[in-house]
């Protein structure tokens, strides 16, 4: 196909209108305050006191690790039992297969908002709330996983674990040995999804963290500015950057991953 | 031989499901469980519960907040889906024709769409200020007069709706996008040879091959759309005076705030209700059409 410069341009403008937001928020960050009170786009000096500012206010640095913590370890326990089931739904023939596929669909058609009451009650008898327990266990974006890894697994031609089997391997050799090493990509993209979705879930770390020791970034940050402490607008901005580095970082070496992720686990392939 | 063989590798199948299983029955299916009989009990979180029959539903229905949060949330989707469809699919389209860089513009419409509901919520209760806000900066220049955007029961919503669009706009893109990079060039090449020019190849192979992306989107936009709480609850706190509060706000207030557990889960049912009704439409129209190639 013949590119078009015309439409490369603008294909160019509309993605420099749409990121403008962006572009103004990391402005904002290293803006002095009169910069931001007078709507200035250009920063007068470029400052970085506003991360020392928003470093001192509040318990950040408490809550980024929170959400390192509850990510990181929702992650790893969510990729372990993704593998497993996935291997068992998309690799294994069985009775009830059929119903527990559905099972894991309807799992993700549940929304957490009309299971959230209940949910907190059970969390309650179990003394999980305000605790890593009561944000990790319910793993709310784990049936999601296991049905994007399900997918994946099952389009892996038999003949692999066919010839593995002849040499009497089992089960568990071949899933670590040859079905999740050639999933890595598919392993790679529930990760980052499962990562990204638990570092900026905002509802259940809301409803399960009462203190706020145990907050997680966006719950903290949203706490924060609405407090009447009165913090400017430059510190939130810069909170906004450093709580959103992890994401974007991830999104930059992992991309690929990640969008094919989206549309694996949204049915277009 | 064979028998025990085939037992062994059932066991060992439920044992591989086994661990995600428990999770999902202890923290998805019980929770369920308890949902549906919770909306007849009245309970405040510290006494035990008493049933009181459909009593929370009586009252939730003869609640003026109920309604007007019930209003709140279908404005806010009828506000966000159809831009958040059709812009999204349009940019698609630009994306796909003959432009250089595919791969960079489609992670920069992406990069919105990874920050969390509390950045965005943030950052746009910062642009949408009335004194010093870059939005009523950028109006100014048209002649338009300042407007207290967030505080305004006119525009609050549309204003929450609209950092919303910004939001998620690139999931949308990407869904599509990888639909539209399915359907074979032979396709075009063969309506190219036969005159169609890019107009004509748009509407008719492009929009009825990916039919069912576009049922999908929709579907799932309004499915996301229903769920609006977070943007809500940052920018606005569901004011001014009430005007933008949502279903899910409701819910969580009632439960959370008043600790009205039976009443507020009686309220999420209906929430519940309308979701599964918009799930059982998904299922009759996607089962109705496959891909045409």
């Known amino acids: 196909m013949k590119i078009s410069k015309g439409l490369t341009i603008l294909a160019f403008i509309l993605l420099a209108i749409y990121l403008f937001p962006f572009f103004m928020m990391l402005v904002n960050s290293v803006q002095p305050e009169k910069d931001i009170v007078a709507s200035k786009i250009i920063p007068s000096e470029i400052l970085f006191s506003n991360y020392g500012k928003i470093l001192e206010q509040g318990q950040i640095g408490r809550w980024f690790i929170n959400s390192v913590v509850v990510s990181v370890s929702a992650t790893v326990m969510v990729i372990v039992m993704s593998v497993f089931a996935a291997y068992s739904l998309g690799r294994m023939m069985f009775p009830g297969r059929k119903l527990l596929n559905i099972v894991v669909l309807t799992g993700i058609t549940i929304p957490i908002q009309a299971i959230m009451i209940p949910l907190f009650l059970q969390m309650k008898d179990f003394g999980f709330i305000n605790t890593y327990w009561g944000l990790i266990l319910p793993a709310p974006f784990a049936p999601m996983c296991v049905f994007i890894l399900a997918n994946f697994f099952r389009e892996i031609p038999n003949a692999y674990d066919e010839a593995a089997r002849m040499d009497g391997a089992s089960h568990l050799t071949i899933m670590w040995r040859i079905i999740t090493p050639m999933s890595l990509p598919a392993v790679a993209s529930i990760a980052i999804l499962n990562f990204t979705w638990t570092w900026n879930y905002y509802l259940w770390p809301l409803i399960i963290a009462t203190t706020d020791t145990m907050y997680t970034l966006p719950v903290g940050l949203a706490t924060l500015a609405g407090s009447e402490t009165n913090i400017r607008y430059g510190p939130i901005m810069a909170a906004n950057i450093m709580a959103s580095i992890p994401v974007i970082v991830l999104f930059i070496i992992f991309q690929k991953n990640l969008m094919q992720g989206v549309s694996a686990g949204s049915g277009v392939k | ?293």
């Open chain 2, 1 to 293: 031989m064979i028998v025990t063989n085939k037992k062994r590798n059932n066991t060992l199948a439920y044992l591989f499901f086994l661990p995600f299983g428990l999770f999902f029955a202890i923290f998805k299916i019980f929770p369920f469980i308890r949902s549906l009989y919770l909306g007849f009990f009245k309970w405040d979180i510290f006494g035990s519960p008493e049933f009181i029959g459909l009593e929370n539903f009586y009252t939730l229905f003869g609640t003026d907040k109920f309604w007007e949060a019930l209003w709140h949330t279908f404005y806010f989707t009828i506000l966000t889906v159809p831009p958040l469809v059709i812009i999204g699919f349009l940019i698609a389209i630009l994306l796909n024709s003959k432009i250089k860089f595919v791969g960079f513009f489609r992670a920069g419409f992406y990069i919105p769409y990874i920050l969390s509901i509390t950045v965005i919520s943030l950052m746009w209760k910062l642009m949408f200020n009335e004194t010093f806000g870059i939005v009523n900066k950028i109006t100014s220049i048209f002649g338009i007069e300042s407007i207290n955007w967030l505080n305004d029961p006119t525009f609050a919503m549309p204003a929450v709706a609209f950092a919303t669009i910004w939001w998620t706009l690139g999931f949308n893109i990407i869904l599509y996008l990888s639909a539209i990079q399915q359907i074979p060039d032979s396709y075009y090449e063969a309506a190219t040879l036969d005159g169609a020019n890019s107009w004509q190849r748009l509407i008719h192979i492009t929009v009825p091959l990916i039919k069912s992306t576009h049922i999908l989107v929709i579907i799932l936009q309004i499915i996301y759309s229903l769920q609006i709480f977070g943007q809500v609850y940052i920018m606005t706190g569901g004011g001014p005076g009430g005007t933008t509060r949502t279903l899910v706000q409701y819910i969580y207030e009632n439960g959370f705030k008043y600790f009205k557990m039976g009443y507020a889960q009686a309220n999420a049912a209906i929430f519940f209700l309308i979701m599964l009704g918009v799930a059982i439409a998904q299922v009759r129209l996607m089962s109705k059409r496959g891909e045409g190639y």
